[in-house]
């Protein structure tokens, strides 16, 4: 049985990792990666802390729950990812800034 | 008698009497080319109204109308009209004169540009000068008599561009403030002690006046009482009001400049109407005077009588000898008035008001010519020096008779009005000092003498003018037929010839010997003269001498065969420099009010003009020291506070780069501050 904190353990590096992918890379879609990190992390977290409700199993579901939200999100996160490309040229979210004030 | 008019059209008519000539007045100078017919339209009808108040007042009732205007207190103010014998006499008077001179005007004044002006001021005169004859309280005849100084003022300045003309006019008009300010004071008196100022009911026959008297040093009238000496200051405040307007020694000395008016208007102003304001004045008032106040006015009558005599003998200038001679005889009516004899002063005042302006307007008649002579023959010469005139008689007869008979008048001879109304004052005089006694005598000795220099300075005049020898084609070096000299037209002539009936005796009285029978004189005259020896004695000696005076004059002034004045003498000079009352007035006076006036510049600039200046300068230190204050300490923390909040902005800006992952990075610093914070706490 392996025990609760090596989840959380390697759902905070997940997590950390998909952090840090957001805060540095320069390409929207590493950053998407990156996103998608910390979902997996937090799934692997509500999964984990699902042990303790064998009755209901909340935590399976709720990490189904985010796994079908996560998928439509990537794919209507491409989708921009893509228009953001035809429009300007790069997937660099810090060089679009024609809705900048 | 009773009268055919109601009070109600008695009050119209006297209303109409005295608007006309207001009315004429600023529609003369609406109406810029009509003056004339306005000026002699309204006088016409003030003495057509006049003439009808006289012949229903006269001696028969006594009107007086009058409206509260003013309510101080217990003490009331009317606006009204007083009309008794002697404002209708003097409203006569004054508008049959006036009416003479406006007819005289036209003519004289036909070439002056701005005659509308002209008219228009004599019309404004004329209504103030009615105003104050029927004024029924004195203030509003103070209110008036401000006015006619006022109107007089204009017309001596009527040439303004003449430099003369103005300093004359400023003069008259400042002395005339200074008797000005004597009335006041005595009205002031009157109103604190009487409550009231109506003529009335002050001075009527049932006046207040009458039941106020001294005792024991207090001065007691029905509504208070003050100390006794009050009575004499009041009597001689009114004293000097009157020697301000009647030029009476020692304000007498504006009445001679004032003769740098028109000729028209001397005689109407300044020898008729308005100089015999002040004597009206004086017989208003006359119930006031206690002992003392008379005495003194007795003498100063006799004095300036006296002095100006002397004067007149010796001027050169035709007016200055007739604004002297003026000055003299409003001196013997202030004399008579002195003495107690009112009815004289009247008499005279209206006799004086005939022959005077008569021999003004004579005068003027013989300037007028003069100065087309000069006009014509564009020479230069003074056309009022009587040392370029001589033997006019057979050039302007009418001119040379018209003079000759204001001149007897003036000099009291018989058959004259001037030898009713001139031996009435001096026999009262006589009456006085025989009762008085002592010291007295030297008035009835000096008003002779007065009266005797009087016939000798008007027939100087007289030869000087009309007799002799024309000296004024020598002086321009040219013949006596191209000067074109001769009695100037019916405009001229026949004011002057109604005026030259009006000086015999017979429209005064019946009998041109008897006092008595004189109409003027019996109604305001009091108290019967005994028929003494004086009736006899003293017109008697005046005339006999006044006859050899006469021939005196013509033989040194007309035939120069005597000489016998020395230029040099001292008595010449006092006459000739009149009394050095000019110097007086001039150097000392006006040199002291100069220095004066110096002073106060002195201390305007250094003391006034210094608190100025220093406390502007406070003022401007105060204001730097405000200007540091608000520049460093205001705005410093103001812009302080500006700049730190700009850095702020600045700093804030800075977390707005509009990258994507720098606001990433800030919420989740703000988020995992949050949560520390609240592991924390």
Redesign the interface.
Request: with cysteine; aromatic share 16%.
């Given at each position: 049985m392996i025990p609760l904190i090596h989840f959380l353990l390697i759902g905070a590096v997940l997590f950390s990792l998909g952090?840090f992918a957001?805060?540095?890379r320069k390409n929207a879609i590493q950053?998407l990666m990156g996103i998608e990190l910390m979902i997996n992390a937090s799934i692997l977290n509500m999964v984990a802390f699902g042990k303790y409700d064998k009755v209901d199993n909340t935590g399976q579901i709720f990490g189904l729950f985010i796994i079908i939200l996560a998928a439509a999100a990537v794919a209507v996160a491409l989708v921009i990812i893509m228009n953001l490309f035809k429009r300007v040229q790069t997937v660099d979210?810090?060089q679009t800034?024609s809705l900048?004030g | 008698m009773e009268s055919i008019f109601t009070n109600y059209e008695i009050l119209c008519i006297a209303l109409t009497a005295i608007t006309a000539p207001f009315l004429a007045f600023i529609l003369s100078l609406i109406f810029k080319k009509l003056a004339s017919v306005f000026g002699l339209t309204s006088i016409s009808i003030s003495l057509v109204s006049s003439a009808i108040l006289f012949f229903t007042v006269w001696q028969s009732q006594t009107f007086h109308f009058a409206f509260e205007w003013i309510k101080l207190a217990n003490v009331s103010i009317n606006i009204g009209i007083l009309l008794n014998d002697l404002s209708v006499v003097m409203m006569l008077l004054v508008s049959f004169v006036a009416l003479l001179v406006h007819i005289y005007s036209v003519e004289y004044i036909r070439k002056e540009a701005l005659k509308y002006r002209y008219f228009s001021y004599l019309s404004l005169f004329c209504f103030a000068m009615l105003c104050v004859v029927i004024a029924d309280n004195l203030f509003l005849l103070y209110a008036f008599w401000e006015l006619v100084g006022f109107a007089s003022y204009l017309l001596i300045g009527f040439w303004f561009t003449k430099r003369k003309a103005i300093q004359a006019n400023k003069k008259a008009f400042i002395m005339n403030r200074v008797g000005d300010v004597g009335f006041l004071i005595g009205l002031m008196i009157l109103l604190s002690q009487f409550h009231t100022l109506d003529i009335e009911t002050l001075f009527g026959a049932k006046g207040i006046i009458h039941s106020s008297f001294v005792q024991n040093g207090v001065w007691v009238s029905p509504f208070s009482t003050m100390p006794d000496y009050w009575l004499s200051i009041a009597g001689f405040s009114f004293l000097i009001g009157a020697a301000g307007k009647s030029a009476q020694f020692p304000l007498h000395s504006w009445l001679p400049d004032a003769m740098q008016g028109p000729t028209a208007v001397s005689s109407l102003i300044h020898a008729a109407t308005m100089v015999a304001a002040g004597v009206f004045l004086l017989l208003r008032v006359s119930p006031l005077f206690n002992e003392l106040v008379l005495t003194s006015m007795a003498s100063i009558g006799l004095f300036t009588a006296f002095m100006a005599a002397t004067i007149a003998l010796t001027q050169n200038d035709i007016k200055k000898v007739l604004a002297f001679s003026t000055i003299s005889q409003l001196g013997f009516m202030v004399l008579a008035v002195g003495v107690g004899d009112n009815a004289a002063a009247i008499f005279h005042l209206s006799t004086h008001a005939f022959f005077k302006c008569l021999l003004f307007l004579a005068a003027g008649m013989v300037i007028h010519q003069l100065h087309h002579v000069k006009q014509y023959s564009s020479s230069k010469f003074d056309e009022q020096d009587m040392r370029n005139m001589g033997g006019l008689v057979k050039l302007m007869p009418v001119t040379a008779t018209v003079f000759i008979i204001a001149a007897l008048a003036l000099s009291g001879l018989p058959f004259t009005s001037g030898y009713l109304s001139k031996d009435a004052i001096l026999i009262s005089v006589f009456e006085w000092a025989g009762a008085h006694g002592g010291v007295y005598w030297v008035f009835p000795v000096l008003i002779s003498v007065t009266s005797w220099l009087t016939t000798f300075y008007i027939f100087r005049v007289i030869f000087k003018v009309f007799f002799g020898d024309f000296k004024l084609p020598f002086v321009l070096n040219k013949k006596l037929e191209d000067l074109h000299l001769n009695d100037p037209n019916q405009w001229m002539k026949i004011p002057a010839i109604i005026l030259a009936v009006c000086c015999f005796a017979f429209v005064f009285a019946l009998n041109p010997f008897s006092l008595n029978s004189t109409w003027l004189y019996q109604v305001f005259n009091l108290k019967p003269h005994s028929e003494s020896l004086l009736h006899l004695f003293v017109p008697l000696y005046i005339n006999v001498l006044s006859i050899v005076l006469i021939v005196a004059a013509y033989f040194i002034y007309a035939k120069n065969k005597i000489i016998f004045t020395n230029q040099k003498a001292w008595y010449y000079q006092l006459s000739y420099n009149q009394w050095y009352f000019y110097q007086l007035y001039d150097r000392k006076l006006v040199s002291l009010v100069l220095w004066k006036a110096k002073v106060s510049l002195w201390f305007d600039k250094k003391i006034i003009d210094g608190i100025v200046h220093s406390s502007a300068k406070g003022t401007l230190l105060v204001s730097k020291l405000t200007d540091w204050v608000d520049k460093y300490i205001i705005d410093g923390f103001v812009n302080g506070l500006a700049s730190w909040v700009g850095s702020l902005s600045t700093w804030f800006k800075s977390m707005q780069s509009g990258k994507l992952q720098h606001y990433f990075v800030w919420m989740l610093f703000i988020f995992l501050s949050f949560m520390i914070y609240k592991v924390i706490i």
């Amino acid at each position: 049985m392996i025990p609760l904190i090596h989840f959380l353990l390697i759902g905070a590096v997940l997590f950390s990792l998909g952090l840090f992918a957001v805060i540095t890379r320069k390409n929207a879609i590493q950053i998407l990666m990156g996103i998608e990190l910390m979902i997996n992390a937090s799934i692997l977290n509500m999964v984990a802390f699902g042990k303790y409700d064998k009755v209901d199993n909340t935590g399976q579901i709720f990490g189904l729950f985010i796994i079908i939200l996560a998928a439509a999100a990537v794919a209507v996160a491409l989708v921009i990812i893509m228009n953001l490309f035809k429009r300007v040229q790069t997937v660099d979210p810090n060089q679009t800034k024609s809705l900048r004030g | 008698m009773e009268s055919i008019f109601t009070n109600y059209e008695i009050l119209c008519i006297a209303l109409t009497a005295i608007t006309a000539p207001f009315l004429a007045f600023i529609l003369s100078l609406i109406f810029k080319k009509l003056a004339s017919v306005f000026g002699l339209t309204s006088i016409s009808i003030s003495l057509v109204s006049s003439a009808i108040l006289f012949f229903t007042v006269w001696q028969s009732q006594t009107f007086h109308f009058a409206f509260e205007w003013i309510k101080l207190a217990n003490v009331s103010i009317n606006i009204g009209i007083l009309l008794n014998d002697l404002s209708v006499v003097m409203m006569l008077l004054v508008s049959f004169v006036a009416l003479l001179v406006h007819i005289y005007s036209v003519e004289y004044i036909r070439k002056e540009a701005l005659k509308y002006r002209y008219f228009s001021y004599l019309s404004l005169f004329c209504f103030a000068m009615l105003c104050v004859v029927i004024a029924d309280n004195l203030f509003l005849l103070y209110a008036f008599w401000e006015l006619v100084g006022f109107a007089s003022y204009l017309l001596i300045g009527f040439w303004f561009t003449k430099r003369k003309a103005i300093q004359a006019n400023k003069k008259a008009f400042i002395m005339n403030r200074v008797g000005d300010v004597g009335f006041l004071i005595g009205l002031m008196i009157l109103l604190s002690q009487f409550h009231t100022l109506d003529i009335e009911t002050l001075f009527g026959a049932k006046g207040i006046i009458h039941s106020s008297f001294v005792q024991n040093g207090v001065w007691v009238s029905p509504f208070s009482t003050m100390p006794d000496y009050w009575l004499s200051i009041a009597g001689f405040s009114f004293l000097i009001g009157a020697a301000g307007k009647s030029a009476q020694f020692p304000l007498h000395s504006w009445l001679p400049d004032a003769m740098q008016g028109p000729t028209a208007v001397s005689s109407l102003i300044h020898a008729a109407t308005m100089v015999a304001a002040g004597v009206f004045l004086l017989l208003r008032v006359s119930p006031l005077f206690n002992e003392l106040v008379l005495t003194s006015m007795a003498s100063i009558g006799l004095f300036t009588a006296f002095m100006a005599a002397t004067i007149a003998l010796t001027q050169n200038d035709i007016k200055k000898v007739l604004a002297f001679s003026t000055i003299s005889q409003l001196g013997f009516m202030v004399l008579a008035v002195g003495v107690g004899d009112n009815a004289a002063a009247i008499f005279h005042l209206s006799t004086h008001a005939f022959f005077k302006c008569l021999l003004f307007l004579a005068a003027g008649m013989v300037i007028h010519q003069l100065h087309h002579v000069k006009q014509y023959s564009s020479s230069k010469f003074d056309e009022q020096d009587m040392r370029n005139m001589g033997g006019l008689v057979k050039l302007m007869p009418v001119t040379a008779t018209v003079f000759i008979i204001a001149a007897l008048a003036l000099s009291g001879l018989p058959f004259t009005s001037g030898y009713l109304s001139k031996d009435a004052i001096l026999i009262s005089v006589f009456e006085w000092a025989g009762a008085h006694g002592g010291v007295y005598w030297v008035f009835p000795v000096l008003i002779s003498v007065t009266s005797w220099l009087t016939t000798f300075y008007i027939f100087r005049v007289i030869f000087k003018v009309f007799f002799g020898d024309f000296k004024l084609p020598f002086v321009l070096n040219k013949k006596l037929e191209d000067l074109h000299l001769n009695d100037p037209n019916q405009w001229m002539k026949i004011p002057a010839i109604i005026l030259a009936v009006c000086c015999f005796a017979f429209v005064f009285a019946l009998n041109p010997f008897s006092l008595n029978s004189t109409w003027l004189y019996q109604v305001f005259n009091l108290k019967p003269h005994s028929e003494s020896l004086l009736h006899l004695f003293v017109p008697l000696y005046i005339n006999v001498l006044s006859i050899v005076l006469i021939v005196a004059a013509y033989f040194i002034y007309a035939k120069n065969k005597i000489i016998f004045t020395n230029q040099k003498a001292w008595y010449y000079q006092l006459s000739y420099n009149q009394w050095y009352f000019y110097q007086l007035y001039d150097r000392k006076l006006v040199s002291l009010v100069l220095w004066k006036a110096k002073v106060s510049l002195w201390f305007d600039k250094k003391i006034i003009d210094g608190i100025v200046h220093s406390s502007a300068k406070g003022t401007l230190l105060v204001s730097k020291l405000t200007d540091w204050v608000d520049k460093y300490i205001i705005d410093g923390f103001v812009n302080g506070l500006a700049s730190w909040v700009g850095s702020l902005s600045t700093w804030f800006k800075s977390m707005q780069s509009g990258k994507l992952q720098h606001y990433f990075v800030w919420m989740l610093f703000i988020f995992l501050s949050f949560m520390i914070y609240k592991v924390i706490i």
